[in-house]
């Protein structure tokens, strides 16, 4: 809240976000001041709406599924697709990964755990990882939160993504509803498109959410829409949409191409006719 006047319409309430984009940085030391081009963009997405352990189904999940799944080209995933093997594998083939999942903090150790379909990921194991996508999108609660260390700050799932190589994370400070998580993160991918900036994407996602009048209003109470936060550096990400392949538009241009000599050999054949 950037003032003291009292608005009673929450969507009018001024906040700080209405006048800039707001990320957050573990180190004045690792801010780059180069804006990190990523152009086309590999993207991964892991949905993981029930497990072997929980086999009741969020169907906010499967939501966010079906909504990235018609604006975004790359690999999509669902529950049982979605095991540690290929999370593993879709950390190291791609520049973009999302992750739709349970994660929390074990209760003793406060350890951060995201949960996959056939076990739990934890934050220690991506030390053994050799690519880490420049963009790791956590559509998780508590994905920004842990265990506070002396000298060394909040150990979290996030922080640890960011060490292993990350450059930007998208990550929960607390517990997201699923629901407006999953609306959040269709706004935010359907603003990068436009943007390719995932600070200003998430902005508008969250401006769009609690400026939308079938929003119910204490849905835009900031609990609901500001859990999701980006950490790391400026990027420039163009992400494929359906129908957009390299592989296809050489097809396409090597079709034309030999469309226009045939058609350039007839013209020559009736002339000389």
Request: proline content about 4%; hydrophobic content about 40%; overall charge positive.
């Amino acid at each position: 809240i950037v003032d003291a006047t009292y608005r009673q319409q929450l969507n009018s309430w001024p906040y700080l976000m209405k006048r800039h984009a707001v990320f957050y940085q573990y180190s004045l030391g690792l801010i780059e001041k180069e804006t990190i081009k990523i152009n086309p963009a590999k993207f991964s997405g892991l949905f993981i709406s029930k497990n072997k352990r929980n086999p009741t189904e969020i169907i906010a999940v499967e939501k966010e599924y079906k909504e990235l799944k018609n604006c975004i080209e790359g690999g999509f995933y669902r529950s049982e697709e979605s095991t540690n093997d290929r999370f593993i594998a879709s950390l190291q083939q791609n520049n973009v990964i999302h992750i739709s999942s349970h994660a929390y903090l074990e209760e003793k150790n406060k350890d951060p755990v995201l949960e996959l379909y056939d076990k739990n990921f934890y934050l220690f194991e991506l030390g053994g990882i050799s690519h880490i996508p420049e963009l790791v999108v956590l559509s998780a609660c508590q994905t920004g939160e842990g265990e506070m260390v002396s000298g060394e700050g909040v150990l979290s799932m996030s922080r640890g993504f960011f060490a292993a190589g990350s450059k930007g994370i998208i990550s929960g400070l607390w517990k997201v509803n699923d629901a407006v998580g999953a609306e959040l993160s269709a706004n935010f991918y359907r603003q990068l498109l436009k943007s390719s900036d995932p600070a200003q994407a998430l902005r508008q996602a969250k401006l769009q959410w609690i400026e939308n009048p079938a929003t119910s209003p204490i849905l835009k109470l900031p609990y609901y829409w500001d859990s999701l936060n980006y950490t790391g550096n400026n990027l420039n990400i163009h992400l494929p949409t359906p129908g957009f392949s390299l592989h296809g538009w050489v097809i396409s241009g090597l079709v034309l191409l030999a469309t226009a000599a045939f058609v350039a050999y007839k013209k020559r054949k009736s002339r000389k006719s």
